[in-house]
């Protein structure tokens, strides 16, 4: 039975309700003043995508005959969902700056910017999952093994939440105008940049071993693959900060003997990896 939502009743009404109540939030954005104000905002902030997100579930084209569907995969959930945050802020900038001076415009403007950062991060992350073989399924011979591969570790995410920490406690704590200032400079510029370092290392990086090759692939949108001869590798070096000795991760500094070098963050017990590598040698 397809259980696609676009042919569930309510999902129609749920697309109408959640439009109807972003056009209320943000008339009473300019009804009402003070901390009211700025609750209609951030209501329209929620249910404004959360629209678009909806109709677009429910209407975006998808391929026919593909048999019985149980039904919208993630991968499609999570690029029409990064599509309609991007939307929603675009639409807002853009409004916003149009209508710049007028009460309409600046209640845009601010609503774009709020919805900035989450549709940047999860567009990356849509760009980050897109269908990509492994390294070694492309790079390397049938009879080739694969002996080890690394993990990396979640707490490559550990500054993207020290910012995200931060900014929730200047923005409602008692700072003033510096905290709010200081909060958006962190929301709109340091969050999206620490996000889509961490996605880029956790969700892209490979690090892969046979008993002759080193086989590495970092980066997000630009993809950085090498494909090294064991023996080439001079030395490998373990930088691990307190919350790595403590978690148990860290990077990899690589030294070839040609003079080139590079690294690998957020490898899970990296000291254990350069042992690895070297019982090859």
């Not at 415009?105 to 940047?120: D, E, F, I, N």
Request: hydrophobic share 50%; with cysteine; glycine share 10%.
């Amino acid at each position: 039975m397809n259980t696609d939502t676009r042919n569930r009743p309510w999902g129609r009404w749920l697309t109408y309700a959640l439009a109807i109540g972003a056009a209320i939030a943000l008339i009473g954005t300019f009804l009402v003043w003070g901390e009211g104000a700025f609750g209609f905002l951030l209501a329209f902030v929620v249910l404004f995508p959360a629209a678009l997100i909806s109709a677009l579930m429910r209407w975006w084209p998808t391929h026919a005959a593909e048999g019985v569907r149980s039904g919208l995969d993630w991968r499609r959930r999570l690029n029409i969902t990064a599509l309609g945050l991007a939307i929603a802020s675009i639409l807002c900038l853009v409004i916003g700056v149009a209508w710049f001076g007028t009460a309409p415009g600046t209640m845009l403007l601010v609503a774009g910017l709020m919805l900035l950062p989450p549709a940047v991060i999860l567009v990356l992350l849509a760009i980050s999952t897109r269908d990509r073989n492994r390294l070694a399924e492309t790079m390397l011979e049938p009879y080739e093994e694969i002996v080890y591969q690394a993990d990396i570790h979640w707490g490559v995410f550990l500054p993207t939440i020290l910012v995200l920490t931060v900014t929730l406690l200047l923005a409602v704590g008692p700072f003033g105008t510096v905290g709010y200032v200081i909060a958006t400079v962190l929301y709109l510029i340091v969050l999206p940049g620490t996000a889509a370092y961490a996605l880029s290392t956790f969700l892209n990086t490979e690090l892969e071993l046979t008993p002759q090759k080193l086989i590495v692939g970092t980066g997000l949108v630009v993809r950085t693959t090498r494909v090294l001869e064991r023996d080439r590798i001079q030395a490998v070096g373990v930088y691990q900060r307190w919350a790595g000795r403590v978690l148990g991760y860290g990077r990899l500094s690589f030294v070839c003997k040609d003079g080139s070098g590079f690294k690998v963050p957020g490898v899970v017990d990296p000291e254990g990896v350069r042992q690895i590598i070297h019982q090859g040698y």
